[in-house]
């Protein structure tokens, strides 16, 4: 396991700086706290201080940014993982990486994550026969994501239409993915070969629960 190395002040600063050049902007405490009642959301787990989140909105979805940061007291969490997600219209999510952990190059990769997300909210695709946009849906396997049009009365056919997920991306994003997926299934073999069941991290993690009215 890789040893970890939390951000320093400096580096964070220096992130963020990025992520507001790219139409980020920052999530206050306050925002955060009127969002989670609005959703009735329940945290699973105790959460140590208000963290630092940055969001984007692009063609109807929002991409959110978790960065365990404490901004008052200036250091990340101890314990913890940075995320990136997307949420659609309903304000449902619709993609969440991988967390990341919080090693050497853990703002550089949370910087691409975010930066991948902006790119897939800009390039929305929309539909070549009904021109509305895509919407973000789940495959079979863990985590395997397409963009897809379900208006089947408006297609020739009756049929629904998809497209690929990394639709729209710059090269440079496909490099940087190409690389992750490959040493993600390496990971994946290894674990096979000690008898290890892949995901049970996320099998095994307390979601958030949402309160009945």
């Known amino acids: ?62 991409v959110v940014v978790w960065t365990t940061w404490l901004e008052k007291i200036q250091r990340a969490r101890t314990t913890d993982a940075g995320w990136v997600i997307i949420l659609d219209e309903k304000m449902d999510i619709c993609y969440s990486s991988r967390p990341l952990h919080r090693t050497r190059n853990f703002l550089t990769n949370l910087l691409m994550q975010a930066r991948i997300a902006r790119a897939r909210a800009l390039h929305r695709p929309r539909c070549a026969e009904c021109s509305h946009f895509m919407k973000l849906v789940h495959g079979r396997g863990i985590k395997a994501t397409y963009w897809r049009c ?41 674990l096979r070969a000690r008898g290890k069941s892949p995901f049970m991290a996320m099998r095994q993690r307390k979601p958030w629960k949402r309160i009945m009215l």
Do not use: W
Not at 18 to 42: D, G, I, M, Q
């Open 1 to 62: 396991m890789p040893k970890q190395c939390l951000p320093t002040s400096e580096a964070f600063e220096a992130f963020s700086k990025e992520l507001l050049r790219r139409n980020f902007y920052k999530t206050s405490a306050r925002e955060l706290c009127e969002r989670f009642p609005r959703l009735r959301l329940v945290t699973p787990r105790k959460i140590e201080g208000s963290e630092v989140g940055f969001r984007f909105y692009g063609n109807d979805l929002e």
């Open 150 to 190: 379900a208006r089947r009365l408006d297609h020739d056919g009756g049929r629904a239409r998809s497209v690929p997920f990394d639709y729209g991306l710059p090269q440079e994003a496909l490099d940087y993915l190409a690389v992750r997926r490959r040493a993600h299934r390496k990971a994946l073999r290894n």
